[in-house]
């Protein structure tokens, strides 16, 4: 079957003047549809559903997508723990001290053995990962050495010059410095430890240093590695002191509960869960595990801009597009999305990238996201990949919903990225960009119509209408409204034949669930086509691409789980204007013609899964025999289903029961048998054996048990 190009037109401007490689694109075959549903398949986001055929999984991809970014929009301002950024240097009150210790956790930590620690060798460099509770823990380690007051010491000074800064007339026992500065040009080293202990037994005090993960703290520096409690633990021995243990014990039980624990959690989160548990309002139990998720989301996107922190926001947006995707890729495309945000407001901004100096670790954390290995499915078969995913996968349409709505600014470096995606000769690219408008649709659906989709519709890249057909087919998948109304409309317009392109085939693909709407665009378009043809001598490439490409949609549709209303509808048109019969047996041919991995052929085989199916099928097959357009086309779809049928039992048998109703007279079954007599074999073969069987089953049924047995 060939493919079929969506229409072209010189004199349509590329939608993004940046990608010149693109317009080569332009006289390229596009995507068979076949192809084009099977990357929708295989690439799509898994929130998205998978076997998609045109059905809207409103309660799966719903929930996971349209709950996300339209239920999660309660306002809630939580003041998430702890102590702002702001402090510099100073006593901590008692007061906050003795709060902390109500509320710390140390159940299934090293708190013990580090408090140990501490009391032998006065100071501690306290190692973890960013929203842990490390401050809090150096803070219940002075706490419960009784070393108070504690004085909080300034992070910005140098490791060198610490020593030097705790002065003796500190009255201080306890001397806490979070978060400590270190770099390549200011390290931590061993003797910068050696002089601080010395200093603090002088002092008769102790001293704890909380630190995040560097590779500039000298191999000889003994790190006390700080794990928090699991957020299930923290949880169990907080509520209970908030409220009665019965009543604690019925809120632990709520799903909501089991699912906000389901998910990786910061104990800053799980902290103010037990304060809004405490509160037993169920409605705002159950909304705070998303409320938190957008509160992060918020947090990543509302810190001031640095350039090392606009390439990872570039980095979050590229995961939250290709999330499960191969770590490389995600990365790759994130720093050509940095190179289009450094460049917003100033186009002369070409300073280089950073090769190197992104730690996939820290990245990867600071996105609260993993790393993993899978295989990844590739034009050339399954690889192995190193991926990466978000630990929420809800948290990817909200950081879209976040970028597009909240930070306006950033949409044409955004739009600019899309673009690029968009005609990426990698189908797995193209799918989530895709995807990503489809997010946006769902969100606002107007801008991201005039701005993305109906630019790609009317490109000239073929790659990008077909971007556009399945952004439009994944945004109607999650429930973003008016879809079916748009592409009903692109598929009849009469003006506009690259636009109508693309909305023939999103009908193929989205109209399974409303076949006879569905077909009845089709016919209208096909009816257009026909008298266009009937007034004019020569019409132009694009209506021509139209007209090859409205049997494909019906084809999607006959082979779709739709196929039985399909018919139904289909049938009737047999006996209407030339141009529906014309595209009925067209459309019922293309089907015919269809192979895939299966041994039955699918057109074939719904007569087996759907027998009512049967009569519809062996109907359009003798009229497609019988006409002199059509002929040829059904004699070959024939002659592979019987070569399929050698190969396969039950095919032979779904022939042997589907032929003898294909015959109506004594002319069908003359040409019947004299195709089962003259069919060759693959590649010129002698005649499958399983035809002569065949030919015996037009003159009388043949049990399935003797035609499974010959076979």
């Given at each position: 079957?060939?493919?079929q190009?969506?229409?072209?037109?010189p004199e349509?401007?590329?939608?993004?003047?940046?990608?010149?490689?693109?317009?080569?694109?332009?006289?390229?075959p596009?995507?068979?549809p076949?192809?084009?549903r099977?990357?929708l398949?295989e690439?799509?986001p898994?929130?998205?559903?998978?076997g998609?055929?045109?059905t809207?999984h409103?309660?799966t991809?719903?929930?996971?997508i349209?709950?996300?970014?339209?239920?999660g929009?309660?306002?809630?301002h939580?003041n998430f723990?702890?102590f702002?950024g702001g402090?510099?240097?100073?006593?901590?009150p008692?007061?906050?001290?003795d709060?902390?210790?109500?509320d710390?956790?140390?159940e299934?930590?090293?708190?013990?053995?580090?408090?140990?620690?501490?009391r032998e060798?006065r100071?501690?460099?306290?190692s973890?990962?960013?929203?842990?509770?490390?401050?809090?823990a150096a803070?219940?380690l002075l706490?419960?050495?009784?070393?108070?007051?504690?004085?909080a010491?300034?992070?910005?000074?140098?490791?060198?010059e610490l020593?030097m800064?705790?002065?003796?007339?500190?009255?201080?026992v306890?001397q806490?410095l979070c978060d400590?500065?270190?770099?390549?040009?200011q390290?931590l080293?061993?003797?910068h430890?050696?002089?601080l202990?010395?200093?603090?037994?002088e002092r008769?005090?102790?001293l704890?240093i909380?630190t995040?993960r560097?590779?500039?703290v000298?191999d000889?520096?003994?790190?006390?590695?700080?794990r928090p409690?699991?957020?299930?633990?923290?949880?169990?021995?907080?509520?209970?002191?908030k409220?009665?243990?019965?009543?604690?014990?019925?809120l632990?039980?709520?799903?909501?509960?089991?699912?906000f624990?389901?998910?990786?959690?910061q104990i800053?989160?799980v902290?103010?869960?037990v304060?809004?548990?405490?509160?037993?309002d169920e409605?705002?139990?159950a909304?705070?595990?998303?409320?938190?998720?957008?509160?992060?989301?918020?947090?990543?996107?509302e810190?001031?801009e640095?350039?090392?922190q606009?390439?990872e926001?570039a980095?979050?947006?590229a995961?939250?597009a290709?999330d499960?995707g191969?770590?490389?890729?995600?990365?790759e495309l994130?720093d050509?999305?940095?190179?289009?945000?450094r460049?917003?407001g100033?186009?002369q901004?070409q300073?280089?990238?950073?090769?190197f100096g992104?730690?996939?670790?820290?990245?990867?954390?600071?996105?609260?996201?993993r790393r993993?290995?899978?295989?990844e499915?590739?034009?050339?078969?399954?690889?192995?990949?190193?991926?990466?995913?978000?630990h929420d996968?809800r948290?990817?349409?909200?950081?879209l919903?976040e970028v597009?709505?909240?930070?306006?600014?950033a949409?044409?470096a955004l739009?600019?990225?899309?673009?690029?995606l968009?005609v990426?000769?990698?189908?797995f690219?193209?799918?989530?960009?895709?995807?990503?408008v489809?997010?946006l649709?769902y969100?606002?659906?107007?801008?991201?119509?005039?701005?993305?989709?109906?630019?790609?519709a009317?490109?000239?890249e073929s790659?990008r209408?077909?971007?556009?057909v399945?952004?439009l087919t994944?945004?109607?998948r999650i429930?973003?409204?008016?879809i079916p109304?748009?592409v009903?409309v692109?598929?009849?317009d009469?003006?506009?034949p690259k636009?109508c392109?693309?909305?023939?085939?999103?009908?193929?693909?989205i109209?399974?669930e409303?076949p006879?709407?569905?077909?009845a665009?089709?016919?209208?378009q096909?009816?257009h086509?026909y008298?266009?043809?009937?007034?004019q001598?020569r019409i132009?490439?694009?209506?021509?691409?139209?007209?090859a490409?409205l049997?494909?949609?019906?084809?999607l549709?006959l082979?779709?789980p739709?196929a039985?209303?399909t018919?139904g509808?289909?049938?009737?048109?047999?006996?209407?204007?030339?141009?529906a019969r014309a595209?009925?047996l067209d459309?019922?041919?293309?089907?015919?013609?269809r192979?895939d991995?299966?041994s039955c052929?699918?057109?074939?085989?719904r007569?087996?899964?759907?027998?009512?199916?049967?009569?519809?099928v062996?109907?359009?097959l003798?009229l497609?025999l019988?006409?002199?357009?059509?002929?040829?086309r059904?004699?070959?779809?024939l002659?592979?289903?019987?070569?399929a049928a050698d190969?396969?039992?039950?095919?032979a048998?779904a022939?042997?029961?589907?032929?003898?109703?294909?015959i109506a007279?004594?002319r069908?079954?003359?040409?019947?048998d004299?195709?089962?007599?003259?069919?060759?074999?693959p590649?010129g073969q002698p005649?499958?054996a399983?035809s002569?069987r065949?030919r015996?089953a037009?003159?009388r049924?043949?049990?399935r048990?003797?035609?499974?047995q010959e076979?």
């Amino acid at each position: 079957m060939s493919e079929q190009a969506p229409p072209t037109d010189p004199e349509v401007p590329s939608a993004a003047p940046a990608e010149d490689k693109a317009a080569g694109e332009a006289e390229q075959p596009a995507q068979e549809p076949w192809a084009a549903r099977r990357d929708l398949d295989e690439h799509a986001p898994s929130s998205m559903g998978v076997g998609f055929r045109g059905t809207n999984h409103g309660v799966t991809a719903q929930r996971i997508i349209g709950d996300i970014i339209t239920g999660g929009k309660t306002e809630h301002h939580y003041n998430f723990g702890g102590f702002g950024g702001g402090q510099v240097s100073g006593e901590i009150p008692a007061r906050t001290l003795d709060r902390l210790a109500e509320d710390f956790v140390s159940e299934g930590t090293l708190f013990p053995e580090l408090l140990e620690r501490l009391r032998e060798e006065r100071v501690i460099v306290l190692s973890g990962d960013p929203f842990t509770g490390r401050r809090t823990a150096a803070l219940m380690l002075l706490h419960h050495l009784g070393a108070t007051p504690v004085r909080a010491l300034d992070r910005n000074v140098p490791p060198g010059e610490l020593s030097m800064r705790l002065t003796s007339g500190d009255e201080a026992v306890g001397q806490v410095l979070c978060d400590l500065d270190i770099s390549r040009e200011q390290p931590l080293r061993e003797a910068h430890m050696l002089a601080l202990r010395e200093r603090m037994r002088e002092r008769n005090a102790y001293l704890v240093i909380t630190t995040g993960r560097s590779p500039y703290v000298e191999d000889t520096v003994a790190l006390a590695s700080w794990r928090p409690p699991e957020p299930a633990t923290v949880v169990e021995a907080l509520l209970p002191k908030k409220t009665d243990p019965a009543h604690a014990r019925r809120l632990l039980a709520l799903p909501a509960v089991a699912e906000f624990l389901s998910y990786e959690r910061q104990i800053r989160e799980v902290v103010r869960y037990v304060a809004v548990l405490a509160e037993g309002d169920e409605k705002r139990i159950a909304q705070y595990s998303l409320t938190t998720l957008e509160q992060q989301v918020q947090e990543w996107f509302e810190e001031a801009e640095t350039p090392v922190q606009l390439r990872e926001k570039a980095f979050l947006i590229a995961l939250a597009a290709f999330d499960h995707g191969p770590y490389a890729l995600t990365a790759e495309l994130g720093d050509t999305l940095y190179t289009a945000l450094r460049s917003t407001g100033d186009d002369q901004y070409q300073k280089p990238i950073p090769v190197f100096g992104t730690h996939i670790g820290k990245r990867l954390q600071n996105a609260r996201a993993r790393r993993y290995t899978a295989d990844e499915t590739t034009e050339w078969g399954s690889v192995s990949q190193v991926k990466a995913a978000f630990h929420d996968e809800r948290v990817a349409p909200v950081v879209l919903r976040e970028v597009w709505t909240g930070h306006p600014a950033a949409r044409p470096a955004l739009i600019k990225w899309l673009d690029a995606l968009s005609v990426d000769g990698r189908p797995f690219v193209r799918t989530r960009a895709a995807a990503a408008v489809a997010v946006l649709s769902y969100t606002d659906l107007p801008s991201a119509m005039a701005l993305i989709v109906e630019r790609w519709a009317g490109a000239r890249e073929s790659r990008r209408q077909l971007t556009a057909v399945s952004a439009l087919t994944l945004a109607h998948r999650i429930g973003a409204p008016n879809i079916p109304r748009i592409v009903d409309v692109w598929s009849t317009d009469h003006q506009d034949p690259k636009r109508c392109w693309v909305g023939v085939r999103a009908l193929g693909l989205i109209g399974p669930e409303r076949p006879a709407a569905a077909l009845a665009a089709l016919q209208a378009q096909a009816r257009h086509q026909y008298d266009k043809q009937a007034k004019q001598s020569r019409i132009g490439v694009g209506d021509q691409q139209v007209t090859a490409e409205l049997p494909q949609s019906v084809a999607l549709l006959l082979l779709s789980p739709a196929a039985e209303t399909t018919l139904g509808a289909l049938l009737p048109s047999l006996d209407g204007h030339p141009s529906a019969r014309a595209l009925a047996l067209d459309g019922f041919l293309t089907a015919c013609e269809r192979s895939d991995e299966t041994s039955c052929p699918p057109m074939l085989n719904r007569t087996l899964t759907a027998p009512s199916t049967s009569a519809s099928v062996s109907l359009l097959l003798r009229l497609a025999l019988n006409d002199r357009t059509t002929n040829d086309r059904a004699e070959n779809a024939l002659r592979g289903w019987v070569r399929a049928a050698d190969a396969d039992p039950g095919t032979a048998q779904a022939l042997a029961d589907l032929l003898p109703a294909v015959i109506a007279g004594p002319r069908d079954a003359a040409r019947l048998d004299h195709l089962l007599e003259t069919v060759q074999g693959p590649d010129g073969q002698p005649r499958p054996a399983v035809s002569k069987r065949l030919r015996a089953a037009l003159v009388r049924p043949v049990p399935r048990a003797q035609v499974l047995q010959e076979a």
